[in-house]
């Protein structure tokens, strides 16, 4: 089985192109940025902003399943630019989604989305819940969510919940980015009244690796069993990794600039058997 995973500078790529290689030694990847990590991995830099660039790059690979995770993600950002959130995030995908019509190879196009696609109003959302997006980047990633649906390729599309583990540059992800200013001695504030599904990444990675290779469609949540408030889950991380949790402090998502926009719980659970 030949899989494409584009996004590998995001935590969610990363992990599941780790995790599909060693399952899937025809597994490839995408990046943006370079970094010492990827040497010597079967990856090719990519500007998914080029159709040509694209559609070159799955004529060579030739893959039978894509993993689209590339995506611009930094809520804040994308309020503040959100041009290049639609750019990145629904443009990108149109383009990659065109490319990919061309492929005889191709067997499936996995969409990752996100739980940010939600109001946040109810929590435990399941995936028959409607999807009602408050922010620039749950609006840009549910457009590209229809994009998928609309494109009649064969699809799935994954909403993980908040995803906790490596990246690979060691200090993005809320894992990394907590336990980097820990180490520096920095405070930081974390939400008591926003609530997630967090699951490692490890178990993101290898559930994700298996739906996209079942023969399964149509759209899968990928989340934790677990609730959690920021807050919460901020004290556990650093607990789990050996430090006090001195430095993590609690707020409220109205003591924030984008308290209009920040939903209060995401949490979602899953009613597809896989």
């Avoid at 926003?194 to 469609?217: D, F, G, H, L, Y």
């Avoid at 807050?231 to 991380?237: D, F, G, S, V």
Wanted: glycine share 6%.
């Amino acid at each position: 089985m030949k899989i494409l995973i584009t996004g590998l500078n995001g935590i969610i790529g990363w992990n599941i192109f780790k995790t599909a290689s060693k399952l899937l030694p025809q597994t490839a990847g995408t990046y943006r940025e370079a970094h010492p990590g990827l040497a010597n991995l079967n990856v090719t830099r990519l500007d998914a902003e080029s159709a040509e660039a694209l559609k070159a790059l799955l004529h060579a690979a030739q893959p039978e399943i894509i993993i689209h995770s590339w995506a611009m993600c930094d809520l804040d950002l994308c309020e503040q630019i959100p041009a290049m959130a639609e750019k990145v995030n629904e443009e990108g995908t149109r383009l990659l989604l065109e490319a990919a019509r061309g492929l005889a190879s191709l067997k499936r196009f996995v969409y990752i989305s996100t739980d940010h696609v939600f109001d946040g109003e109810t929590g435990d959302y399941t995936e028959e819940d409607v999807p009602r997006p408050k922010h620039v980047y749950g609006r840009t990633k549910y457009e590209a969510e229809k994009q998928v649906q609309a494109s009649g390729l064969p699809w799935q599309i994954l909403r993980p919940g908040l995803v906790i583990g490596d990246s690979l540059q060691g200090r993005k992800g809320p894992r990394d980015f907590l336990l980097t200013r820990i180490r520096a001695g920095k405070p930081t504030h974390y939400f008591t009244d926003e609530w997630r599904s967090p699951i490692p990444a490890p178990e993101m990675a290898e559930r994700v690796t298996a739906i996209a290779c079942s023969n399964e469609s149509g759209i899968f949540h990928v989340a934790g069993r677990e609730v959690f408030s920021r807050y919460e889950l901020a004290q556990k991380i650093a607990r789990d990794h050996g430090y006090t949790t001195e430095h993590v402090f609690p707020r409220l998502r109205s003591e924030d600039r984008w308290a209009s926009i920040r939903p209060k719980n995401l949490s979602l659970k899953s009613l597809r058997n896989i």
